[in-house]
């Protein structure tokens, strides 16, 4: 159970030392289950719990941040002290009495991976691992990783609310290695999200594993992708990877505000085609960025950032709402009471247009068809980026043709934004977990069959 008492006391004595905009602590629990298996042994079973909490306080537009493992009345107070001394102001008496918040939001665990014995799961990794070898004679190497955590946060403000959330996530995912005539070729699929051991009955570990075997194997296979400009379908099984890191991080407002992104002072201003809008909504049931508050304790919502092309809206953490004299849209997040909150996206997405998704491709003569998106790289400063294609086509006549290997795909964000001139009425997610500041954070992405006139394919000359 929550203290609040101590809370409050503690957030009291912070503000007691005056010159104080706002504070909060947020106090976290969390259990994870990991269990990694190597070519059918498992390699690594971790079971580990950890807690601890992270007092904040804003002043003058400038963070000052402390944590403790030790969830006691003197930790607590210690902390508040060092504020104190940090602040340096003169002394004022506060009375603040917290109320629970109530989440606008709710979701269902039916299945609480806590209670599923050890050996149920390794049987899941063992089906895997099983049905990836038995696929092609060329594999040659199999990994299964099975992940559960159990989040218990709650957030207590020196604006007087209490607000908790407990989040469940599970992960399963597959990676194949296989080798044929001196050429390597890897097949990766996650599936998981803010759900409990319900997820298995969403979908079969066999079925994951012959996905990312069936890539890997067809890879061998493919040709080298031809180099050049061309037009580009990306397909909405590609999830949302573009969207996220070419477009999603420079909409966050912390980096808009210190100048490092191409989207900054362009609020208001057409900024996509008529036909991209793009939102950020950690309300979905299910989907891995999703929660009833982020870790300052704002509810999670939908928010619009493009509306029709234009800029609508920025992705605000409490701190750089202040600074910008708008409310926050729920998007502080950090990876634990060790971290202070910074904006970051949840579950965001292109929305879905009003072609149909097989006229995109059938519409394009050729081309290249991207199925999955890999890693790549992005500057938030300019927009340009550069990302790998796990699983690609030429598009031969309106169709998915001859699959081909080693093609990346380079350009430039508000450019592609600009270009996309097709959007199909479908969506597809994915799901990972991102980076930034050191910290790393649960998200999905999302994005329809969409067709960019032209990009530059890397490949062979």
Known sequence: MTDTGLLSDTLKAVLAAGGVDYS?????????????????????????????????????????????????????????????????????????????????????????????????????????????????????????????????????????????????????????????????????????????????????????????????????????????????????????????EAVGHGLEADLAQQGLSVYSGKMGQKIAADIISVIDDSTIPGKRGSFRFDDEGTPSQKTVLIKDGILMNFMYDRLSAMRAGAPSTGNGRRQSYRHRPIPRMTNTMIAPGNTPAGDVLKNTPNGLFVKRMGGGQVNTLTGDFVFDVQEGYLIENGEAGEPVRGATLAGNGPRVLMDIDMVGQDIGFSIGTCGKDGQGVPVSDAQPTIRVPELVIGGES
Do not use: W
């Not at 289950?33 to 042994?41: A, C, N, R, W």
């Not at 902390?79 to 939001?105: C, F, H, I, S, Y």
């Not at 597959?174 to 051991?197: K, M």
């Open 24 to 244: 909060d602590i947020y106090q976290e629990s969390s259990a994870v289950t990991s269990i990694q298996m190597e070519d059918g042994k498992v390699e690594k079973l971790t079971q580990g719990t950890d807690r601890g909490a992270g007092l904040r306080v804003i002043s003058g537009g400038r963070t000052s941040y402390a944590y403790t493992n030790e969830l006691t009345k003197a930790s607590f107070l210690e902390m508040a002290g060092a504020m104190r001394t940090a602040l340096r102001q003169g002394e004022t008496v506060t009375q603040l009495d917290l109320t629970r918040k109530n989440p606008l939001v709710d979701y269902n665990i039916r299945i609480d991976p806590a209670g599923v014995p050890l050996e149920r799961k390794v049987s899941l990794l063992q089906a895997a691992e099983r049905a990836a070898r038995a696929y092609h004679k060329s594999i040659e190497q199999v990994s299964v990783i099975y992940r559960e955590t159990l989040q218990k946060v709650s957030i207590a403000s020196s604006e007087g609310f209490l607000a908790e959330d407990e989040r469940i996530q599970t992960v399963f995912m597959v990676n194949v290695i296989a080798r044929q005539d001196g050429v390597v070729q890897t097949g990766y699929e996650p599936a998981g999200g803010f759900l409990g051991f319900e997820l298995f009955e969403q979908i079969s570990p066999e079925e994951i594993a012959l996905r990312a075997a069936g890539k890997a194997v067809m890879m061998l296979k493919a040709r080298r992708a031809p180099g050049g400009r061309m037009p580009v379908v990306i397909s909405s099984e590609a999830g949302g990877t573009m969207i996220h």
